[in-house]
């Protein structure tokens, strides 16, 4: 009875570990595919930051700042043009309503 | 007697009738008036006013037109302001960034040959930069020139015309007063001519400034020739850059990823 309670203890006691070896295995699958899931995040988030701003004091941060120089200028034009053919015209309506001046019929 | 009576009274009424035809062609009316001679009509009497009238109306309405190029000189004046004090910050605040990113890259340079390649790539965006502005410039300077040309030669056409109509409209009055003066033409006669006159230089000005009408589209032409330019230094200017970034990653060989 002794060795069978004794068998039957130790038996306990290896399916015990092998549970508990199973919920770490688990734990630490659980840990790993987290931090593998935030590396990649991380990872995809930071090449996403590359492609709309340049590490700075590179030559690739250089050239996006030169181009948004250029582009911010040829805007500015563009912005003007509306207001500027606008003004060109200003003038039509004066310059019209003289014919204007008076009506024949009312002499 | 009744043949006696009846007699006198047809003639009563006759010459009752007979007596008020002048009263009931009296003229009463300027157009009335107008069938008279020359000077004798209302509308001669009337013309000299109403010419002083027509002429000061013409000068006025001149003198506004004159008055409006004025104005849109100054609104012009005001936007080539504008995008030049917008071009200049825009141009201040990307030196100043450029400036930053240059002493990061200068820091990154560790030998005496990287450091020469920095300084060589540093030279050749600026002396790049410096030519794109300078294409930009120009092409925004040919924009402004075009505009320019093209109001001036409006504004001209349009003085010539507004001439011509005073021109047109000053001799219709002035043959209109030599008529009345001559006494040769009745009022109405006189009057219709001047009307038909003044039609005619009115309809014929009011023509002419439909058709000269093509300001906005000039303008809007030498904004795209402007816009053209400006993409053709935006190319010359990613070579330039190309070339210098690349002279400078052989400089740096193997680290060449870190700049």
């Known amino acids: 009875m002794r060795t069978f309670k004794g068998n039957k203890s130790a038996g306990f006691a290896v399916v015990e570990a092998l549970l508990i070896i199973v919920i770490l295995a688990g734990i630490v699958g659980i840990g790993v595919y987290i931090m593998h899931q935030r590396q990649t995040t991380k990872t995809t988030a930071s090449g996403a930051t590359s492609q709309t701003q340049a590490p700075a004091g590179t030559t690739s941060s250089i050239d996006q700042l030169t181009q948004q120089d250029a582009q911010t200028e040829a805007g500015t034009d563009s912005q003007a043009d509306n207001q500027m053919q606008q003004d060109a015209t200003s003038a039509n309506s004066a310059t019209s309503n003289v014919g204007g001046a008076y009506n024949e019929a009312n002499l | ?259």
């Open chain 2, 1 to 259: 007697m009744k043949r006696i009576s009846r007699i006198s009274s047809a003639a009563i009424l006759t010459g009752a009738t007979l007596s008020l035809m002048p009263l009931a062609l009296t003229p009463v009316s300027s157009f009335a008036l107008s069938q008279s001679l020359g000077s004798g009509s209302t509308f001669c009497t009337e013309l000299p006013g109403k010419a002083m009238n027509i002429t000061n109306q013409i000068n006025t309405l001149s003198s506004k037109a004159t008055q409006a190029w004025t104005q849109q000189d100054q609104k012009l004046a005001t936007d080539e302001q504008k995008v030049d004090q917008d071009v200049a910050t825009d141009r201040q605040h990307a030196d100043t960034e450029r400036a930053t990113d240059f002493a990061k890259l200068e820091a990154k340079a560790t030998t005496p040959a990287e450091k020469q390649a920095v300084q060589t790539y540093e030279a050749a965006v600026l002396n790049a930069v410096t030519v794109r502005r300078a294409a930009y410039d120009a092409a925004r300077q040919a924009f402004r020139t075009g505009l320019k040309n093209a109001i001036d030669s409006r504004r001209s056409t349009v003085t010539s015309q507004i001439d011509t109509f005073k021109s047109s409209a000053n001799a219709a009055l002035a043959t209109a007063e030599a008529d009345c003066t001559s006494n040769t033409m009745t009022g109405t006669s006189i009057r219709q001519t001047l009307q038909a006159s003044l039609k005619s230089a009115r309809e014929t000005f009011q023509s002419e400034r439909k058709s000269d009408d093509t300001i906005g589209t000039q303008a809007k032409q030498l904004a795209a020739t402007r816009t053209a330019a400006f993409h053709t230094a935006d190319q010359i200017f990613q070579a330039s850059l190309t070339t210098a970034r690349q002279a400078l990653k052989q400089a740096f060989g193997s680290s060449s990823t870190s700049v």
